[in-house]
T-cell receptor, first 113, second 117 residues
Framework: DQQVKQNSPSLSVQEGRISILNCDYT??????FLWYKKYPAEGPTFLIS?????DKNEDGRFTVFLNKSAKHLSLHIVPSQPGDSAVYFC????????????FGKGTLLTVNP | DAGVIQSPRHEVTEMGQEVTLRCKPI?????LFWYRQTMMRGLELLIY????????DSGMPEDRFSAKMPNASFSTLKIQPSEPRDSAVYFC???????????????FGEGSRLTVL
């Protein structure tokens, strides 16, 4: 069973517009959430994270929103740039002594010039 | 700074052959993870080590898969015998210790793309 779900396999947006990537989770015990970005032939790289005690975290053009009651988080990229074109993975952690990350399947974002 | 180093980057082998994937974590990191990426299942955790000790191997598909971490700077993932359904990209990742407690951030290698014919 997929505990972290990214239901949109792909997303296409115009340069300068907002990109919104969504992620749902089923395990209410997850207490830390991360987004990773992956370019072809490279490993995933950390982008931004949020603790379950917060509902928003912002870093430059990237903002992650967390809605615990809905078990939903989203990544907003504003403004989107062609260099943002990549696969974005949502991940969740139980924290504490359990260090493993559970990933979604990823969403391919294409930003068109 | 050297990141996580994986080898080989690409491996093509025939069904039934033994495959060994190698990983050198970032120096000073005491947790190491092996993930597998496929189109169908995304990124799946296979096994992870803490201070060279396997902590959770529940993601290892079956007995054909085995992983070792003989020291803090080296780990292997072995598949014997390999099957076509093992074709995937295998990622190794590492993480520092207490400074990153509860954050979960991992540092990934570039992956080993395995094709089993």
């Amino acid at each position: 069973d997929q505990q972290v779900k990214q239901n949109s396999p792909s997303l296409s947006v115009q340069e300068g517009r907002i990109s919104i990537l969504n992620c749902d989770y089923t395990n209410s015990m997850f207490d830390y959430f991360l987004w990773y970005k992956k370019y072809p032939a490279e490993g995933p790289t950390f982008l931004i994270s949020i603790s379950s005690i917060k509902d928003k975290n912002e870093d430059g053009r990237f903002t992650v929103f967390l809605n615990k009651s809905a078990k939903h988080l989203s990544l907003h990229i504003v403004p989107s740039q062609p260099g943002d074109s990549a696969v974005y993975f949502c991940a969740a952690s139980l924290g504490g002594s359990n260090y493993k990350l559970t990933f979604g399947k990823g969403t391919l974002l294409t930003v068109n010039p | 700074d050297a990141g996580v180093i994986q080898s080989p980057r690409h491996e093509v082998t025939e069904m039934g052959q033994e495959v060994t994937l190698r990983c050198k974590p970032i120096s000073g990191h005491n947790s190491l993870f092996w993930y597998r990426q496929t189109m169908m299942r995304g990124l799946e955790l296979l096994i992870y080590f803490n201070n060279n000790v396997p902590i959770d191997d529940s993601g290892m598909p079956e007995d054909r898969f085995s992983a070792k971490m003989p020291n803090a700077s080296f780990s292997t993932l072995k598949i014997q015998p390999s099957e076509p359904r093992d074709s995937a990209v295998y990622f190794c990742a590492s993480r520092p210790g207490t400074a990153y407690l509860n954050t979960g951030e991992l540092f990934f290698g570039e992956g080993s793309r395995l094709t089993v014919l």
